[in-house]
C-alpha cells in the first residue's frame, strides 16, 4: 500500500523537509510515505479566488488518481491518535492507495472535499501548510507504531 500526501505548495523551508523526511523514513517499506508537491495557482491583486481553488483542485484530483481520497479541512473530524491508527490498520487490510490531500491557501475546492472519502482536521486551531506536512507524517508513524506495539507511542 502507498500512501501519497499531496500538498498544493513547493519550495518548503528546509526544516519542514527535514521534519517530513525523517518520519517518512521511519515508516516500514510496506507503507510507503510519497510526498507529491504540486504549484500554488499564483494569487496577484484582484485574483479569481474560487476560480483558482478550482484548479488547484483538478490538480489535486488527478495527482490523487484512483485512490482513497482523504482531505485536510478545517470543518473535518477531528480523528484522535487511537482514530488515525484505527484507520491505518483498515487502509492496510484494505490495500487500496491512499491520497491525502492538503488544499493551498484558500482550502480545498468543492469538486474535491464532494471526492473526499473522508474530511478530517488536525485541531481546532489553523497550522501552516508546510507544518501539516510534518504533522502528517508523525502522525502516520504514531498510528503504525500504535498498531504495532512500538514504544514511539507511550500511553
Do not use: C
Not at 490498520?89 to 490531500?101: E, S
Not at 506536512?133 to 500511553?155: G, K, M, T
Request: hydrophobic share 45%.
Amino acid at each position: 500500500m502507498r500512501i501519497r500526501l499531496i500538498a498544493i505548495g513547493t519550495r518548503m523551508p528546509d526544516w519542514v523537509t527535514a521534519g517530513y523526511e525523517d518520519y517518512a523514513a521511519r515508516l516500514p517499506r510496506e507503507l510507503k510515505l510519497e510526498l507529491v508537491e504540486l504549484p500554488v495557482e499564483h494569487r496577484g491583486k484582484n485574483a479569481d479566488i474560487p476560480r483558482l481553488r478550482e484548479a488547484e483542485g483538478e490538480r489535486l484530483l488527478k495527482a490523487a488518481g484512483e485512490s482513497r481520497i482523504i482531505a485536510f479541512d478545517e470543518h473535518g473530524v477531528q480523528p484522535d491518535t487511537t482514530g488515525w491508527s484505527k484507520a491505518l490498520k483498515g487502509w492496510m487490510q484494505d490495500g487500496r492507495d491512499i491520497a491525502l490531500l492538503i488544499g493551498g491557501p484558500d482550502g480545498h475546492a468543492p469538486a474535491v472535499l464532494a471526492k473526499a472519502e473522508a474530511k478530517w482536521s488536525l485541531a481546532k486551531i489553523t497550522f501552516p501548510h508546510a507544518l501539516v506536512r510534518v504533522i502528517v507524517a508523525e502522525q502516520l508513524y504514531r498510528a503504525w507504531s500504535l498498531l504495532n506495539n512500538h514504544p514511539y507511542h507511550r500511553a
